[in-house]
């Protein structure tokens, strides 16, 4: 089992040093967040690769800056700004390459967007084919206020896609969508390739896991059954402790 943290957990703090911080900590398997369009550059993403290589640490999956705009630069139909977000996917795939890295995570369109589901799809395979074109593959992420935050939407895109959609699974998202990551799993958990993990309790939705009531050991359980190879990510926000000592702590209760 690859269980690790996403350098988004250690937000605001700046990437390359967050993926420091987690490398010198420990751990094992991490996932990029980028923050802004300077770290596109070949010379940042050399230094990313070359810290995640000098402590063994290896990158699963590479999450875009641009989630909030995909839905206006992906899933419209403005042709010169869509050829502008495929140019931006194609260099995140290079990126996922580059580090090592199998996946790049997309939050995608949101509800009032212009797309009908059938649409959808092909927007996405279309994105996709960028992505491989670079050297990753698109898995797209069930966020809450966007199209794919609605279960019967991911339920519509493996009806359609088949074996070519694949799936982040986000536990906080899920919650916040008033469904469960079961729920997810039941639907569509053959096509889940990655997953983001956090606690969570009655009272608050995003916590670092150990600290409330969510019940991982089914959870892994359950992913076993699918023969699940992906990774699971702990994705928190920094809200969610106050040390950074605690992150790790986390991580080695769940293992």
Known sequence: MKLGISTASLYPLETEKALTELCKSGVKYTEIFFNCSFELEPEFVKELSKIAKEYGTEITAVHPTMSLAESFMLFSNYERRLKEGLDDFKRYGEI?????????????????????????????????????????????????????????????????????????????????????????????????????????????DCMLPGKGTFDFKRLFSRMEELSFSGTYIIEVYRNAYKEYKELTESLNALK
Do not use: W
């Open 96 to 204: 996922a390459a580059e580090l090592g890295a199998k996946y790049v995570i997309l939050h995608g369109g949101k509800p009032n967007g212009i797309l009908n589901d059938l649409e959808y799809c092909e927007r996405f395979s279309l994105v996709n084919n960028c992505v491989k074109q670079g050297g990753g593959i698109l898995l797209q992420e069930n966020v809450v206020k966007f199209r794919a935050g609605d279960l019967g939407f991911l339920k519509m895109m493996v009806e359609n896609l088949g074996d070519e959609i694949g799936f982040c699974l986000d536990v906080k998202q899920s919650i916040r969508g008033r469904y469960t990551p079961f729920d997810v799993i039941d639907a569509v958990g053959k096509n889940i390739r990655h997953l983001h993990i956090s606690d969570n309790s009655s009272s608050k």
